[in-house]
């Protein structure tokens, strides 16, 4: 049952004014409440916007107007509360987004009627260690990764799997990802793509100065820590691309499959691989 229905936006969309319209239409005929996020409220003249890592509480459905990064924005906020996301498309790749716009109306009536399957997303649960303390905490659907900062330089990283040494890397960088975030910044480093309702993690060198390093696929079961080595500089993680912090020699980056996942509403079939083959063009000549 549906009582409460929050909105995150994409800022600057000519097509997300009409959208909104309708939606609110929705809420109002059937005495549900719409809350919005910040950019929403813009967007509907409101002065109650909420920041996102609040909108989603008392909220029964999240609708996402945007693309994968305003999802993943979304997610975040949602935590671990578990509520599901309808993730309407108005980005370009789209990857993760189920719903057209012109689906909007169908989707939320498939919602209505409980017509709907979830597709549940693995979610990573990080944090960073600096000496004996714990100095953030964050949780991640696409990846976590360790890189260079401003200086375009070789950095020296270690990568432990349940406290066991797997590699030393002089590399741009690792990625850790989630079989979601397999398809993003880990695929254009060379990592392999992974199903959504694959048990695996994968952990990828960015441009490894050893030519015989290559992406790890590990169980899900895991715990991944990723070091940064003594006197090295200019060290900075990157959650899902959109949150970071620079790195101090010697922290740790500590990161495995978090106990929730992230719920995305699917109102029609859509093979994995069909998706694969529209979004990444395969076959094409």
Not at 30 to 59: N, S
Not at 177 to 202: C, E, H, I, K, R
Not at 203 to 226: A, D, F, G, Q
């Amino acid at each position: 049952m549906i009582h409460r229905v929050g909105v995150v936006s994409k800022p600057g969309r000519d097509d997300i004014p009409g959208l909104l319209r309708y939606l609110s239409g929705w809420c109002a005929a059937r005495k549900l409440d719409l809350a919005v996020d910040q950019v929403t409220a813009d967007y509907l003249q409101r002065a109650d916007g909420l920041p996102r890592d609040e909108l989603p509480e008392g909220c029964d459905l999240i609708v996402v107007l945007g693309g994968d990064g305003t999802l993943l924005s979304a997610a975040r906020g949602v935590r671990k509360r578990q509520i599901p996301l309808l993730a309407v498309n108005l980005g370009g790749l789209g990857f993760m987004m189920t719903t057209g716009p012109d689906e909007l109306p169908c989707a939320l009536d498939c919602v209505e009627r409980s017509d709907y399957a979830l597709d549940s997303r693995m979610v990573l649960e990080g944090r960073l260690r600096r000496k004996e303390t714990t100095v953030a905490r964050f949780f991640a659907l696409n990846d976590i990764v360790v890189a260079n900062g401003a200086m375009a330089r070789l950095l020296h990283l270690e990568a432990y799997a349940d406290g066991e040494y797997v590699c030393g890397y002089t590399a741009d960088g690792l990625i850790l990802a989630t079989p979601t975030g397999s398809t993003a910044y880990s695929l254009a480093a060379g990592g392999p793509v992974m199903a959504p309702a694959v048990a695996a993690l994968s952990l990828t060198p960015i441009c490894p100065h050893t030519l015989s390093n290559r992406s790890v696929v590990l169980p899900e079961t895991v715990s991944v820590e990723i070091r940064v080595s003594a006197g090295d500089e200019d060290h900075y993680l990157s959650v899902d691309g959109q949150v970071g912090r620079y790195l101090e020699p010697e922290d740790r980056v500590q990161a495995r499959k978090a106990s929730h996942t992230v719920d995305i509403v699917q109102t029609k079939s859509m093979p994995y691989f069909d998706v694969l083959r529209s979004k990444m063009r395969w076959g094409d000549r």
